[in-house]
T-cell receptor
């Protein structure tokens, strides 16, 4: 398994500002994922971040709003830009887990709880 | 369009009895399914998975059943323990393995002593 940490664990921000969330994993991984969990909702995949290439965004999410960096195989950041109260969510990063060469699970970080006023 | 549905927001079970959590999906392209457990203020923890080529997978107290024709899966926990009290999410993927996961809304399981 992988040990994943996220910073900050929580934050309260003013609308119109931006917040960068950091995700650090204790081993080298190819794919990292960013999810959002809005209040009372399921986890929704925002984007997949591979080291050395542009992140791949899911429908409904755009790079201008959620720019992602992946500078190396153990680290990624997600920025929530020009925030509004609708961005209040838990943001989680995850990494792939392998059984042999098969990606059989994802391991999740503890999440960042964001409140936008 | 909710492709993965957990229709029971909550479930209460007596300690020592069986807990059965259900999940339905609509996308016939899903071929890999996972269950996660989530405690408050923590990220989801992987429990068990099943590939569409199987109809059952066991790991200790946890068993997942897959009924492809009904597009239904269930998680059985036997016997249920107080530490099992958490929110349980099912997830599905249409890409080989656990990539691009689509999650259900979660079921809050409470185990009563």
């Amino acid at each position: 398994s992988a040990v994943i940490s996220q910073k900050p664990s929580r934050d309260i921000c003013q609308r119109g500002t931006s917040l960068t969330i950091q995700c650090q994993v204790d081993s080298q991984v190819t794919m990292m994922f960013w999810y959002r969990q809005q209040p009372g909702q399921s986890l929704t995949l925002i984007a997949t971040a591979n080291q050395g290439s542009e992140a791949t965004y899911e429908s409904g999410f755009v790079i201008d709003k959620f720019p992602i960096s992946r500078p190396n195989l153990t680290f990624s950041t997600l920025t929530v830009s020009n925030m509004s109260p609708e961005d209040s969510s838990i943001y989680l990063c995850s990494v792939e887990g392998y059984s042999g060469s098969f990606t059989d699970t994802q391991y999740f970080g503890p999440g960042t709880r964001l409140t936008v006023l | 369009d909710q492709q993965v549905k957990q229709n029971s927001p909550s479930l209460s079970v007596q300690e020592g009895r069986i807990s059965i959590l259900n999940c339905d999906y609509t996308n016939s392209m899903f071929d890999y399914f996972l269950w996660y457990k989530k405690y408050p203020a923590e990220g989801p923890t992987f429990l068990i998975s099943i590939s569409s080529i199987k109809d059952k997978n066991e790991d200790g107290r946890f068993t997942v059943f897959l009924n492809k024709s009904a597009k239904h899966l269930s998680l059985h926990i036997v016997p249920s323990q107080p530490g099992d009290s958490a929110v349980y999410f099912c997830a599905a993927s249409a890409i080989e393995g656990a990539q691009k996961l689509v999650f259900g809304q979660g079921t809050r399981l409470t185990i009563n002593p």
